[in-house]
């Protein structure tokens, strides 16, 4: 008996032993990289802390819809918009800052939820600026925001999209339709389908990865 006790008194320190170990790696916290053996691109990286939780602004679950309703993966059809991840945004904004004048990320969120913190390297074009309403209300001002931003040009009135760049739009996130409002008014423009990148995902999901905002 006094035998099997020390047999089984040893397995428990074991495991207790263990625990112990794995309790003080959470607490030192391992390192937390954007895929394996990659920590940090363009000034983008994830945090570290693995305690680390949600920006309580993304918290909240049950956002009255309409309009906060759950977007589709592809609510463009028919257009082929393709529905991008935190890894596309992330190269496309690697490029961006390294000088690819052919790609942009743009937060199609207004002002006040752009100053809690964005994408590093995106720029800031309203929906408010870029959808049906404004099309409807001041289609020039539309048209200057392709030419002035997204590198379009404008012959003599006839929009020319051969040298527009590949655009990345993303808001809040599944349940936000401001960036899809963008799309959607880009589309009726003209503009490629295969130069649209829709991220579905948003801020919702940035934040919740740890990513770097600015």
Request: charged share 20%; glycine share 8%; proline share 6%.
């Amino acid at each position: 008996m006094k035998l099997q006790s020390l047999v089984v008194s040893t397995a428990v320190a074991a495991v207790l032993a263990s625990s112990a170990t794995f309790a003080s790696e959470e607490v030192t916290g391992k390192a937390v990289g954007i895929v394996e053996g990659v920590m940090e691109v363009a000034g983008i990286s994830r945090n570290q802390d693995n305690k680390a939780t949600i920006d309580p602004a993304f918290a909240k679950t049950s956002r009255p819809c309409p309009p906060f309703c759950i977007q589709p993966t592809a609510p463009f059809a028919p257009a082929a918009v393709d529905t991008v991840t935190e890894l596309d945004v992330i190269h496309a904004a690697r490029d961006a800052a390294n000088g690819d004048t052919s790609v942009l990320v743009v937060d199609a969120r207004t002002p006040g939820w752009v100053k809690k913190g964005t994408i590093p390297h995106a720029v800031n074009v309203p929906f408010t600026k870029l959808n049906s309403k404004a099309l409807a209300k001041d289609p020039m001002a539309v048209v200057d925001i392709l030419t002035g931003t997204f590198g379009v040009k404008d012959l003599d009135g006839v929009l020319d999209y051969n040298n527009a760049k590949t655009l990345y739009l993303f808001c809040n996130g599944s349940w936000c339709g401001q960036s899809p409002a963008s799309i959607r008014a880009l589309l009726t423009m003209g503009y490629p389908e295969n130069k649209i990148k829709y991220y579905r995902g948003g801020m919702n999901s940035w934040k919740s990865l740890g990513l770097t905002t600015k």
